[in-house]
């Protein structure tokens, strides 16, 4: 009853802040709504006037659909919400992905923790298996993700290859994620580990696997694959780890 869905912490934080951008502007939509009916009221009276005498069908059909168009706008506007919001929406979608295919694994050998809290924040999965612990962090995104060779960089970029964006913030957090992750496991079992930073990207990734600043990088449609060559860590106590980490899920 402790173990919520993965993605409960995003899909929150958007219902929130999609709540407050709603009551922020509800004026302003109240005021497109009344003009976009003004608008419509005028149109069915022109064509009333002008259409309707000669041709009453036609004349119906078109302010019949002038006005559905109209209403599904106002329909639509709210759930437009800004990218800053409906990133956490992705965020949710990505999460969900990710433990579909974390579900796949074989049970007894593997354990798959999903949205473990954090104090304000959440760690999106913990997986604990023949491959030691791992942090593995969702991403969601429309940009295409590419690893320099060599390089310890990250860039994306979004239909046009002449623009990209260094994304090695993501990297530093999943590297954080799986340093704080690590030492509240140590400190709960008293058993020296290491904990492996992931980040699933589900988006478009030509390489499929990379690895930046110890940190691996996984498209989603390669991540059982991935997991199944991993090497085994030989993990002290699986049980222990898993025991340590539940008090911390976070609850409904």
Known sequence: MMRRRAGSRAREKYHEQRKEWLRRNRLLFAGMASVLAAFWLAFHVLVMWFTAPTYPALAAWMSG??????VMGIVMLPDSPPNLIEKWQQGARGEERTARR???LPRGRWDVLNDIGNGTYNYDHVLVGPAGVMCINSKWSERRLTVESGSRTVFTERYDEGRS???DAMVKQARRDAFSLKERIERKTGQRLWVQGVIV??????DGIANVNDVDIVHGDKLIEWLSARPPQGLKDQAAVVQALKPGRRRR
């Open 201 to 206: 990207w589900w988006g478009e990734f030509p």
């Open 165 to 167: 964006w260094s994304d």
């Open 102 to 104: 974390l579900a796949k």
């Open 65 to 70: 659909l002038l006005a559905g168009a109209l």
